[in-house]
């Protein structure tokens, strides 16, 4: 596992390590990260995706689509940063700390994502494609090849096979709706439902909006007898 890279500006690695609830409590405390959490996550996707690209030429657009959302995924991310030592570092607020905020995957993941764009702001993106690279390779090569003697369908998701079905019987691709969110800012909740056709087929409840989504695919997919 490498190590967390240093990040030598002081105000840049206090912003990145500030969660909301903190400033909630101390308002003299500078920004929170939720806008550095906003790059971090275009800064992931795109180095994640030109590594999977280029290590797995022989996968289709839906399979590196798949693969890349299992590996920047919040419960991917958030066990990277429990690696990294980086729970114990988040500046939060006393409730949050009560909460379990420090092991909140949500809040582990978000944090490391902030970590990564203020590393990229101070070093820029060829020392973050250094980091993130042997850390993200490792996990991928895991998951391709013990799929790869088998079916390498299976990295289509869920989301994926439930647009392959729709399009086959709609000839119209599933509508995704956040129908509610509740929780306090560090530990959120969200309900997506997709429909097809003014139908509803599923409901799914996760801690970002895509895994809602991805849920809510896995029910439909269950209704229409596809698992």
């Known amino acids: 596992m490498p190590k967390l890279p240093t990040i030598k500006d002081e105000n840049l690695l206090r912003q990145a390590l500030t969660h909301r609830s903190y400033v909630n409590e101390h308002p003299d405390a500078g920004e929170h990260n939720e806008r550095l959490e906003f790059l971090g996550d275009a800064v992931l996707g795109f180095l994640i995706g030109e590594l999977l690209y280029k290590r797995y030429p022989e996968m289709s657009e839906a399979q590196l689509t798949r693969l890349r959302s299992n590996l920047v995924d919040e419960k991917q991310l958030a066990k990277f940063a429990t690696q990294l030592g980086i729970g114990e570092l988040i500046r939060l607020g006393k409730g949050a700390i009560k909460e ?128």
């Open 100 to 227: 379990g905020g420090r092991e909140n995957p949500s809040l582990l993941s978000d944090t490391f994502e902030a970590y990564i764009a203020a590393y990229f702001i101070e070093s820029g993106i060829e020392a973050v494609q250094q980091f993130v690279q042997p850390l993200f390779t490792k996990v991928a090569d895991s998951i391709v090849f013990p799929q790869s003697d088998t079916n390498p369908k299976n990295l289509v998701d869920s989301k994926g096979q439930f647009q392959q079905w729709a399009l086959a019987n709609f000839v119209q691709n599933p509508e995704y709706l956040i129908i509610d969110e509740s929780g306090p800012d560090h530990a959120k909740e969200f309900t997506a439902e997709v429909r097809v056709n003014g139908k509803v087929y599923g409901v799914g409840i996760g801690r970002r909006k895509q895994d809602a989504e991805k849920r809510a695919a896995e029910v439909a997919l269950k209704k229409v007898g596809l698992v």
